[in-house]
Nanobody, 124 residues
Framework: QVQLVESGGGLVQAGGSLRLSCAASGRTFSSYAMGWFRQAPGKEREFVAA????????YYADSVKGRFTISRDNAKNTVYLQMNSLKPEDTAVYYC?????????????????WGQGTQVTVSS
């Protein structure tokens, strides 16, 4: 079991940056692949980025590639999402998620544990 708590959301102007953090409980954080998803009002939750156990493998949605960077610090039980060049269409609630699986990391069905989400609002 792992509990996840996101932070770092807020209101930012288009072109700005934010860094989201997701702190995980438990002593087995390094065993989990981690993902970030987002959900805008009236839309389904969509994949944003994922990272493997050691951080050596990363995956991104095409819509954020080159702008967002996922990373993890296993010593701090934390995964990060650095978001640069933000656009109004990035506005959503952002969720982090954890899974023991190493495949299909772009699918929300792969993940077993979810945080409560943090709101990101990008103004034009």
């Amino acid at each position: 079991q792992v509990q996840l708590v996101e932070s770092g959301g807020g209101l930012v102007q288009a072109g700005g940056s934010l860094r989201l953090s997701c702190a995980a409980s438990g002593r087995t954080f390094s065993s989990y692949a981690m993902g970030w998803f987002r959900q805008a009002p009236g839309k389904e939750r969509e994949f944003v980025a994922a990272i493997g156990w050691t951080g050596g493998s990363t995956y991104y949605a095409d819509s954020v590639k080159g702008r967002f960077t996922i990373s993890r610090d296993n010593a701090k039980n934390t995964v990060y999402l650095q978001m640069n060049s933000l656009k109004p269409e990035d506005t959503a609630v952002y969720y982090c998620a954890a899974t023991l699986k190493l495949s299909a990391l772009r699918s929300r069905l792969t993940y077993d544990f979810w945080g409560q989400g943090t709101q990101v609002t990008v103004s034009s």
